[in-house]
């Protein structure tokens, strides 16, 4: 096998499992959650920010 084939093969190989890895945790997340949904974070992000705790104003 030439080694450029090689190269690609391993690459998409290592993409494959990476996505693999990643969505198994997720499910893994979700299960622990008991919630499939999005986590608190990301659908609250955005919003306005947070008052400065007193004595932290610069």
């Known amino acids: 096998m030439d080694n450029s084939i090689l190269i690609i093969v391993l690459a998409l190989a290592t993409l494959v499992i990476v996505a693999g890895v990643a969505l198994w945790q997720r499910s893994r997340v979700a299960a622990a959650k008991g919630d499939p949904g999005r986590s608190a974070f990301t659908e609250h992000h955005g919003g306005a920010p947070r008052q400065n705790r ?5």
């Not at 007193?54 to 610069?58: A, D, K, L, N, Q």
């Open 54 to 58: 007193p004595g932290t104003e610069h």
